[in-house]
Structure formats: C-alpha cells, structure tokens
C-alpha cells in the first residue's frame, strides 16, 4: 500500500493519543515559562522560547505525523511526512505483541506497543496509545 492510499474498510487505524505528551507539555512550560518567571534560571529567554517550539515541533510530528493501521496484509506503521513511508509485519511473520508501559503512562492509560517477528527482533514500535492493552486485543482477534 503506497502512503497516498486510504485505509481499507476493514482496517483498523490507529493515531497516537494527546495524553501520551504529558511529559513534552511539561517540558514546554518549563522551558518557555521558567526563564520568564524566573530570570535567574540561567536561560536567556530567547533559548526557552527556541527550546519550546523544537518541543512543539517534535509533539506536533509524532502526533499528527504518523498512524498505525490493522490490515487484511498485517500490522502497519505509516509516516505522512516528511515523504510518506511505511513499515509492515505480515500476519505469517509477525511473534509476540508486547505492551510497554511507564508509571507515568499507566496513569494517563496510554502506551506502546512493540511486535516482534517470528525470529524474536523487534521490529515495530507504536508510540501514544489510548488503552494499549484493548489495542493489543483488538489486533489479536484481526490477527488470521
């Protein structure tokens, strides 16, 4: 499938979710807010101000950038840009799903997902998850 193709009926699309970037917005803030607020912090203010739009730019990408897709083929990730591009595990090829989860990302209930194919390497990696483990079953009762 060429990355200006749209999603069959029957695939399942996937996009990562807004929660998965607590982490980023709070190094936004800081990084934008700290040296306004606080002079002192040693940041002049012009470099928080650049160091919170590479931060943007950086949510901005992974979230709108990218999607994953359930296939009739297999498991499918899917950049948009910058020059569309995708990675795919055939449903004969594709091992062990595993969820991966921080403490933090448990709280916020989102998470990863990494497929391994049958040879035991990981091969594809979904980043921002709403729900990981529903996610995972989903694909395993897609899976053939």
Not at 2 to 7: I, K, L, Y
Not at 20 to 36: E, I, S
Not at 50 to 65: F, R, S, T
Not at 110 to 139: M, S, T
Request: charge should be positive.
């Amino acid at each position: 499938m060429s990355g200006n193709e749209f999603p069959a009926a029957g695939d399942l699309v996937f996009k990562p979710s807004a929660r998965a970037f607590f982490v980023h917005y709070v190094a936004m803030a800081l990084v934008f807010f700290g040296p306004r607020l606080n002079p002192a912090v040693g940041l002049p203010v012009w470099l928080g101000t650049l160091l919170g739009l590479v931060v943007l730019g950086a949510v901005i990408y992974q979230k709108y950038g990218q999607e994953y897709r359930v296939t009739s083929r297999g498991v499918v990730r899917v950049w948009n840009w910058p020059s569309p591009r995708e990675q795919e595990i055939a449903w004969e090829n594709l091992g062990e799903i595993l969820v991966l989860r921080g403490l933090t990302q448990t709280i916020l209930q989102v998470g990863n997902l990494a497929f391994r194919d049958k040879a035991g390497e990981r091969k594809l990696f979904w980043y921002g998850l709403l729900n990981p483990k529903d996610v995972k079953n989903l694909i395993e009762r897609k899976r053939p």
